[in-house]
């Protein structure tokens, strides 16, 4: 669901600061269901150890669980594509007008050389949070709070079209937010927001959108989207197929995972809780 967000132009936290309680970033969000779906509980558990790391040392710094990635420049984003193996990922890199909340530099070398290699000690992570250097190849990941402006027009419209060809009848939706984030500045209209939640013995993370922004300013973002055409900026929209409705929402169930491991449980409920506590 990174391509609705780009299409709206947006980057966004999932949480406005770090004692909100709803919301993680789409980053772990990822990580975490790749790792549920392999069925790796010892990575799932080593994310949320380095978390409870996190709480431990300095509660304040930005969350791997909460925050955006970024890099400081385009040449240190090739850098990191170039050496995790992901080359053909070098078209999706923006620049972003970013206003931050919060901000956390890190090396991330030392999750390449330890997170993901099973490192048999977790040690390095106290380095990690603290700061610390992990060797020649320091590699600066920015840990952020906060919002920002996707500058890349071009990645801006690719990412439209392919929410538009999974989902057309969601396009009005998505239009209109495209305006009322552009021309009435709503950072949070029809914001996608995953989450990680306990049901039963298991962890389970499923993907929302937040409509308390939209459903609260109709009127303003219908003007948006008539500035929008009259500045010949409006994105291709058609009605859904069932009259009775003027937009659906995309479905996204088939985005959800269930991982049912009772480490996992116990390691999620005790940085949940103490996250709160803090």
């Not at 914001?191 to 929302?208: D, H, I, Q, S």
Request: charged share 25%; with cysteine; glycine share 6%.
């Amino acid at each position: 669901m990174v391509a609705w967000e780009v299409a709206i132009g947006r980057l966004k936290s999932s949480r406005n600061h770090s004692s909100e309680k709803f919301g993680i970033s789409m980053w772990a969000f990822s990580m975490l269901q790749r790792y549920a779906e392999g069925r790796m509980p010892a990575r799932f558990i080593n994310e949320l150890v380095l978390e409870q790391r996190r709480l431990a040392i300095n509660p304040f710094l930005v969350s791997r669980m909460q925050g955006l990635y970024f890099f400081k420049s385009e040449h240190d984003a090739i850098a990191a594509l170039n050496r995790w193996g992901l080359p053909h990922k070098k078209k999706y890199i923006s620049a972003i007008d970013f206003s931050a909340s919060a901000l956390t530099e890190l090396d991330s070398e030392w999750i390449t050389n330890n997170l993901r290699r099973k490192a048999e000690k977790d040690d390095w992570m106290d380095s990690y949070w603290r700061g610390e250097i992990a060797g020649e190849n320091t590699l600066t990941e920015v840990l952020a709070m906060g919002s920002g402006f996707v500058l890349n027009k071009e990645l801006r419209i690719e990412s439209y079209k392919k929410i538009y060809g999974m989902w057309p009848d969601a396009s009005i939706l998505l239009a209109a937010a495209c305006c009322g984030f552009s021309q009435c500045n709503l950072n949070e209209i029809a914001l996608v927001k995953p989450e990680l939640l306990t049901v039963g013995n298991a962890v389970e993370g499923r993907f929302f959108i937040y409509m308390t922004e939209f459903d609260n300013n109709q009127h303003a973002i219908m003007d948006a989207i008539e500035d929008c055409k009259r500045n010949n900026e409006c994105p291709p929209y058609r009605a859904p197929d069932n009259a009775e409705h003027f937009f659906a929402v995309p479905d996204l169930r088939h985005l959800a995972f269930r991982f049912e491991h009772p480490g996992t449980l116990t390691a999620f409920e005790s940085v949940h809780d103490a996250s709160y506590q803090k």
